[in-house]
């Protein structure tokens, strides 16, 4: 277990530890804010889920970069990894995307992979260890499922005057189609 305290200020300590690895490669991290939060999207996604990410400084009022690490990350590799991707955009910028100079920045530090979606190198791992931030204080949210709702109503409509209603697909199996209240016609599901 770490001393750090709180989620953030161990998220903090950790851009501290990490700017002498970017400066050894000519890079300089900028001011920046670290917090555990969700994306702005994506965050709950089956498919494509974000894990981090990064603000503009244009976003903000003191034009501090904000990243936010996802609470459904708690692995202290993983977490430092999308950190330091996170903080690669910070470095070159939101506009360069996931491009060439992303690229540079990216592999210079030791990440590897598809770059939207990089892995610390061991040679990196190797280096987090060295800050000795101990164990990312937080326990995951892996229960953020959203809950499926349990009723879904089936429409109905007339087709004759165009009336709609809705209803259950339990009442449709037990009692059929409803009537239309113009025509006492059977209404089409």
């Known amino acids: 277990m770490n001393n750090l305290g709180n989620r953030e200020?161990?998220?903090?300590?950790?851009?501290?530890?990490?700017?002498?690895?970017?400066?050894?490669?000519?890079?300089?991290?900028?001011?920046?804010?670290?917090?555990?939060?969700?994306?702005s999207r994506s965050g709950l996604a089956n498919r494509n889920r974000r894990i981090g990410e990064c603000w503009a400084t244009e976003c903000a009022t003191d034009s501090r970069s904000q990243i936010f690490i996802s609470p459904t990350l708690e692995d202290t590799v993983s977490v430092l990894a999308t950190l330091v991707h996170e903080v690669v955009h910070a470095v070159v910028g939101l506009k360069a995307k996931h491009g060439k100079a992303f690229k540079q920045c990216?592999?210079?530090?030791?990440?590897?992979?598809?770059?939207?979606?990089?892995?610390?190198?061991?040679?990196?791992?190797?280096?987090?260890a060295k800050w000795g931030l101990g164990d990312y204080p937080h326990a995951g949210l892996s229960s953020m499922t959203r809950a499926k709702q349990s009723t879904r109503l089936v429409k109905c409509q007339c087709g004759e005057c165009g009336y709609v209603v809705r209803t259950t697909a339990k009442w449709l199996e037990q009692s059929g189609a409803p009537l239309c209240p113009c025509n006492n016609a059977p209404m089409e599901v």
């Open 9 to 39: 200020t161990w998220l903090q300590q950790a851009v501290i530890e990490m700017t002498p690895l970017f400066a050894s490669h000519g890079y300089t991290i900028p001011q920046i804010r670290v917090s555990c939060g969700f994306p």
């Open 106 to 128: 990216a592999v210079a530090v030791g990440l590897t992979g598809k770059m939207t979606s990089t892995t610390a190198t061991d040679a990196l791992k190797a280096t987090f």
